[in-house]
């Protein structure tokens, strides 16, 4: 069994400010060793910034979507040679809040991850079902609908065992609302994506693909989740805009 180093990540969303930003950054610093992998992927007017404060320490840093396209007559959009210039690391790609407010479909989503990857950065690809799916036992459909494009697409790039992609599973229903799915809901969820990772691009790409959990993790809860065999971080939102509360995740994922 490979082990997996585990890496907590920070959503910021559309939060922060030049003076919030720095005070948040300089709070967790300390705390992040070799142990686990740290990334915080901010608002895009500030990458410049947080590249300045985390450049040279072990804390990465990253985008919370990309466009696909390189450049061109895209208003709005940020692209990846752009977010290169600002040594980005990782970005996230079809987080909830995009597949719900800008309608991106999975996709969409998997060009996003392709375009990543060719840039050589490691997309996060966010995947997750709704209260009223889960209610309906879909959970696995849903999750494997949103999958199956970026295994079509990205696929090809899985080499000696390894798959420059991360999954981050966040169940809509868990985000921003204090309500977190249970360690044996997530779990179960978590192992299902591994065996699709399996299926898909055999046991040993499956055994390295990290999967992350999102959704209302907070220092009171980070442990136990991340304790569970299929679990290999977490995408923080609300709590990783403090720095006593991100700090508490960041020891949890330490062990
Ligand atoms: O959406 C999330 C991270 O991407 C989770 O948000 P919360 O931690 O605020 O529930």
Avoid at 58 to 81: C, F, H, I, R
Avoid at 225 to 250: E, M, Q, R, V
Wanted: aromatic share 6%; net charge negative.
């Amino acid at each position: 069994m490979i082990a997996r180093k585990k890496l907590v990540a920070g959503n910021w969303k559309m939060n922060g400010s030049l003076v919030a930003n720095e005070t948040l950054i300089k709070g967790f610093l300390p705390e992040v060793t070799d142990a686990v992998d740290v990334v915080v992927f901010v608002p895009a007017p500030y990458l410049a910034q947080v590249q300045g404060l985390c450049q040279g320490s072990a804390v990465k840093w990253g985008a919370q979507d990309v466009s696909s396209m390189p450049n061109g007559a895209y208003t709005g959009e940020v692209s990846l040679p752009m977010l290169e210039e600002f040594g980005v690391t990782h970005v996230l790609v079809g987080h909830s809040e995009r597949r719900t407010y800008h309608f991106e479909s999975s996709d969409a989503v998997a060009d996003k991850a392709l375009a990543a990857i060719e840039a050589s950065i490691v997309p996060i690809v966010c995947v997750g079902e709704t209260l009223q799916e889960r209610e309906a036992g879909r959970v696995v459909e849903v999750i494997n609908a949103q999958l199956d494009p970026v295994f079509d697409r990205c696929g090809r790039y899985a080499q000696n065992g390894k798959w420059p992609v991360i999954v981050a599973y966040e169940p809509v229903w868990a985000i921003g609302t204090g309500v977190t799915a249970s360690p044996e809901q997530a779990q179960e969820v978590h192992a299902a994506i591994r065996q699709r990772v399996q299926e898909k691009l055999g046991l040993e790409v499956a055994q390295s693909t990290r999967v992350l959990y999102g959704g209302s993790v907070k220092p009171s809860n980070a442990a136990e989740i991340f304790a569970k065999n299929d679990i290999d971080g977490g995408l923080i939102g609300g709590a990783a805009l403090s720095s006593s509360d991100f700090s508490g995740i960041i020891r949890a994922a330490r062990g």
